[in-house]
Structures are given as structure tokens and as C-alpha cells.
């Protein structure tokens, strides 16, 4: 079974609004999570590192005051497109590592379609 | 940042040919995977070669890891139609967890 836990899985809004994205670690503390955008027939790019209790870190070239990231408990990180728009139209899909004897496994979570209309 | 270039962009066969799929990256590492995503899915893990390892295997897949040449490649052998996907190459920055992933190879294999 999934061990990283996305929802919602698929999410249409209008243009200017917001849409939050969460990404849950079921059964296991993550105190770092990863998010990644993806447009079809591309690659991933990873967009920032969610860091539980403390700010994220953001790759060059995306916008922080636009892709809000949250990690406020150890097993959900939320990311906020806000003000979407038709571009930001993707597949959105987190990662955490695991723990313990699972320390280098990274799970990923099944991914979460926007379009912006 | 995307560091890792995949070769070829696409990929077409017929059932029960091998299949081969190049990646090369950019910077030193502690491991390298391979992840295999169907259209519009998640993504699966196939294998995880670690930087002081040369081949490895799983099933009918090969994994090859060249650090000097900083590349790796990923041989599908007797392939299905159900090897049908998109596959990844993904590489760790060195003491991090962040994955940075390769350009991808469309495999589309005919039945």
C-alpha cells in the first residue's frame, strides 16, 4: 500500500483562485519532503524542499510567494498554488525518505493533477 | 535543477527485445535510481545502484553505473507490452535526499 498519501488526486479551479495540495507520510515521521511539478511528456523538476517546523527551501526560478509550502507536523507537507493560472496547469507530485533501516527509500506519493480553467 | 540528460528521447521495439536506456548526470553522488512512470501515474521504483557499485540486477533488468563516465544505462531484457512507460533516471545530491531526475526515455514496446 501507498506509504505517501496525496490528495486531491486530480483538482480543476478557475483562474486567480487557489488550490492546496497536500502530501501525507502515512506510518512514518517525515521531517523533510520534496516537491516536484511535472508537464506532460517532461521530466520531473524539483521545485523545493519542505522542511518540517522551518521555511522552505526553493529551487532557482520558482516563485516562494506563489507556491506556498506548509510542513507543520511531521507526516503533512501542503503546497499552495496561488493566484493559479493556465501555465501552472501540471502534475504535481511530493516525496519523503524513510526512516530507519528504510533510511534510503524515498516514497514517492501517486501525484496530484491541476488545471487551472 | 534537472542534472540528469537521458538518451534516446524515445524508444520503439517489439515484443521480446532488449531495450537500453543511457543517463548521464552532472555531479558526484551516493546512489542513482531508476524510476519507471506510466502516462499520468506515479511513479514506481525499479532499482537503486550505489556509487561504489558497478552492475546490477533485478529480474530482467540491468543496471550499469559508470561513475568516471558519470553515466549510467538500464537494460530491459525479453520486453512486453506491459514495459510500456516512461523511465527515469534520478540521482541524489551528495548528503541530501533531494532526487534530481533525468530528461526520460518513452518506451513504447509493441506487441
Known amino acids: 500500500g501507498a506509504v505517501v498519501s496525496q490528495h486531491p488526486s486530480w483538482v480543476i479551479c478557475k483562474s486567480g483562485t487557489s488550490v492546496k495540495i497536500e502530501c501525507r507520510s502515512l506510518d512514518f515521521q517525515a521531517t523533510t519532503m520534496f516537491w516536484y511539478r511535472q508537464f506532460p511528456k517532461q521530466s520531473l523538476m524539483l521545485m523545493a524542499t519542505s522542511n518540517e517546523g522551518s521555511k522552505a527551501t526553493y529551487e532557482q526560478g520558482v516563485e516562494k510567494d506563489k507556491f506556498l509550502i506548509n510542513h507543520a507536523s511531521l507526516t503533512l507537507s501542503t503546497l499552495t498554488v496561488t493566484s493559479a493560472h493556465p501555465e501552472d496547469s501540471s502534475f504535481y507530485i511530493c516525496?519523503?525518505?524513510?526512516?530507519?533501516?528504510?533510511?534510503?527509500?524515498?516514497?514517492f506519493g501517486e501525484g496530484s493533477w491541476l488545471t487551472v480553467v | 535543477s534537472q542534472q540528469g540528460e537521458e538518451d534516446p528521447q524515445a524508444l520503439s521495439i517489439q515484443e521480446g527485445e532488449n531495450a537500453t536506456m543511457n543517463c548521464s548526470y552532472k555531479?558526484?553522488?551516493?546512489?542513482l535510481q531508476w524510476y519507471r512512470q506510466n502516462s499520468g501515474r506515479g511513479l514506481v521504483h525499479l532499482i537503486l545502484i550505489r556509487s561504489n557499485e558497478r552492475e546490477k540486477h533485478s529480474g530482467r533488468l540491468r543496471v550499469t553505473l559508470d561513475t568516471s563516465k558519470k553515466s549510467s544505462s538500464l537494460l530491459i531484457t525479453a520486453s512486453r507490452a506491459a514495459d510500456t512507460a516512461s523511465y527515469f533516471c534520478a540521482t541524489d545530491e551528495f548528503d541530501t535526499d533531494k532526487l534530481i531526475f533525468g530528461t526520460g526515455t518513452r518506451l513504447q514496446v509493441f506487441p
Open positions: 555531479t558526484s553522488i551516493n546512489n
Open positions: 516525496s519523503a525518505p524513510g526512516q530507519g533501516i528504510w533510511r534510503n527509500t524515498i516514497y
